[in-house]
């Protein structure tokens, strides 16, 4: 009852104020000063005079969030604990257990424990299920439980799992945890180094560049700077990575709003570390952001290679606004461009589908780099060479946002002893057992003929047509069906690399990971050729 009242009363109010108010606020201000006396009225009285007893800051809270969603979903409302946790993602340090943790409503799952963290020398595992956390039963915690993880350095707290359906308990004490922007850096060869680049906090440049100088002192000629799976972070940090291969003053950025305080060009401001060395910079479908500003903008200025799969395409900037009592207000405030002049956003949320969907980009618009080679918008940006299993498609996608590789992953772990990374093979009976294990599971997922075909078949003008038709459509959906299990055959490069790399994280975590990547990746195997053949990698910039 209470989200209905939510949706039909609150947010129709919000969405109203937050539509006036990005119109001019000086000739709107009437409008606005209206709108907000309305709402308050409306909150006053609703919380007054209904039935039974409400609680002002979840209807507040839910009536704020609902009209957000309308927008972007980076454009969000962060309370004081959010606006912490932002801080803490930004600046690369917290206090805790060292795990990345992902949130359910009866327990916490341990996705990664960091080796030689508190969670780690705990004993955690990826794939445990926290049900308990010192006295508080997570299933009996409204709030985020992963919150109660952190705390003051030294301090300890008893933590209750489920590993294997077995209940085990075990004593964390949290402490100081660096997060690293560059979690690893290595020679793949006698003149190949490789750096991983794997977040924009505060720390991104820095560790960069003293990546860079430790492998060229071991003799690094050529560079591959791995950005695949980077989220993005800050727009200064991106700046910042680009300036480490580009010289100081160059454009790298222009942010466009209707806010004129927000147009802005971003020029390097440093003096850069190479220049002339040979590069590659790799990227797929996760990365997104600051990663694009890196690659897109060495792309554009004809300074790397681009290699891998068309990254995410966010093309939008966020500002952290400050509210009263803490809060803040992240919002997109501006698009970015890249030195050409392109902005890679894929989706467009002010422009939705009849389900209510951001429409993704289908039209493109050429420009061209430094050296006069074409590149487009709108999608993220399209390597240079493209490596096919780095790619994603449907059933991958829904394989991971299912946690079906991942549940996979930790059967694995249980079932088999992996001494040492060199031993490691994942053999083509082991991809036999996968899909074995999928096809036994409740894995299920709708493709976009699926989903085409069931809303024909609900369409009232299909009577006109009588069962024949309708049989017909039954009879492609089963067909469809099937080649969903055959697709597990077609697209079994992408899916086995996505099984493998979880897999061997735990067995020997991400450092391990990244091991197995300089002699198993074909990315990296195939920039490590390319930066062998000066005259290829030359042409391919040209």
């Keep these: 009852m209470k989200s209905l009242m939510n949706k039909r009363i609150l947010v129709p109010v919000f969405a109203l104020i937050f539509l006036v108010a990005t119109t001019s ?39 704020i969030k609902n009209m957000l969603d309308e927008l972007d979903p980076y454009t969000k409302f962060l309370n004081e604990q959010d606006v912490e946790a932002f801080k803490i993602n930004n600046a690369g340090e917290y206090s805790g257990i060292g795990a990345l943790v992902r949130s359910y409503d009866d327990r916490l799952l341990i996705v990664e ?25 997570v299933a ?27 209940t085990k308990t075990t004593s964390i004490t949290r402490e100081g945890i660096e997060v690293d922007a ?61 300036n480490l291969f580009v010289p100081k003053g160059e454009l790298i950025v222009t942010t466009k709003s209707k806010v004129k ?58 500002r952290p606004l400050k509210l009263t009592y803490g809060t803040q207000l992240k919002v997109t405030i501006s698009r970015y461009y890249t030195p050409s002049g392109r902005c890679i ?29 074409k590149v487009q918008d709108g999608g993220g940006v399209l390597p240079e060479v493209e490596i096919n299993t780095t790619k994603t498609n449907t059933l991958t996608r829904a394989l991971l946002v299912n946690h079906v590789i991942f549940d996979y992953a930790t059967k694995y772990y249980y079932e088999n002893a992996v001494e040492n990374i060199n031993s490691f093979n994942f053999s083509d009976a082991d991809y036999s057992s996968f899909k074995d294990y999928v096809s036994k599971s409740n ?61 061997v994280k735990r067995y020997f ?11 198993n990746d074909e990315a990296i195997m195939t920039a490590t050729e390319l930066l062998s053949n000066k005259a290829k990698y030359s042409d391919l910039l040209k």
Excluded at 34 to 63: G, R, W
Excluded at 189 to 197: C, H, N, P, Q, R
Excluded at 357 to 371: P, Q
């Design 25 to 63: 606020f000086k000739s709107d201000f009437f409008e606005i000063a209206k709108q907000i006396e309305i709402f308050t009225t409306l909150f006053k009285e609703l919380n007054m005079n209904y039935v039974d007893e409400t609680n002002p800051a979840e209807l507040m809270d839910t009536a």
């Design 261 to 318: 305080k927000f147009n802005r060009e971003y020029h390097t401001k440093n003096k850069p570390v190479d220049m002339e060395i040979p590069l590659v910079v790799m990227v797929n479908g996760s990365s997104a952001s600051a990663s694009e500003i890196v690659s897109g903008s060495l792309q554009d200025l004809d300074r790397a290679v681009v290699m891998g799969a068309r990254s995410f395409g966010k093309g939008l900037v966020q």
């Design 182 to 242: 560059v979690p690893y850096y290595k020679m793949v060869d006698a003149t190949t180094g490789y750096i991983v680049l794997s977040k924009f906090n505060a720390k991104a440049s820095k560790q960069t560049k003293e990546a860079i100088v430790a492998l060229k002192n071991e003799g690094a000629e050529k560079l591959i700077l791995d950005l695949r799976g980077n989220p993005g972070g800050l727009l200064s940090e991106a700046i910042n990575v680009t």
């Design 345 to 373: 956003q894929s989706l467009d949320y002010w422009n939705r589908d009849e389900a209510g969907k951001a429409v993704k980009t289908t039209e493109f618009n050429d420009f061209t780099t430094r050296n006069g080679r």
């Design 140 to 166: 009996d915690f409204k709030e985020n439980a992963s919150d109660l993880l952190k705390g003051a350095n030294n301090t300890s707290v008893e933590i209750t799992y489920k590993r294997q359906g077995e």
């Design 443 to 503: 894995f299920e997922f709708e493709t976009k003929a699926e989903i085409a075909i069931k809303k024909a078949m609900m369409d009232e003008g299909n009577v006109l047509f009588g069962n024949e038709v309708e049989n017909n459509y039954r009879s492609l959906l089963v067909e469809i069906e099937k080649s969903k299990i055959a697709s597990l055959d077609k697209y079994q490069k992408e899916i086995r690399k996505n099984l493998e790399d979880e897999i």
């Design 509 to 519: 975590y991400r450092e391990g990971l990244y091991d197995y990547y300089l002699k």
């Design 113 to 137: 424990p960091h080796k030689n963290y508190p969670a780690d020398k705990a004993g955690l595992k990826a794939g445990d299920e926290i049900i308990q956390i010192g006295d508080i039963k």
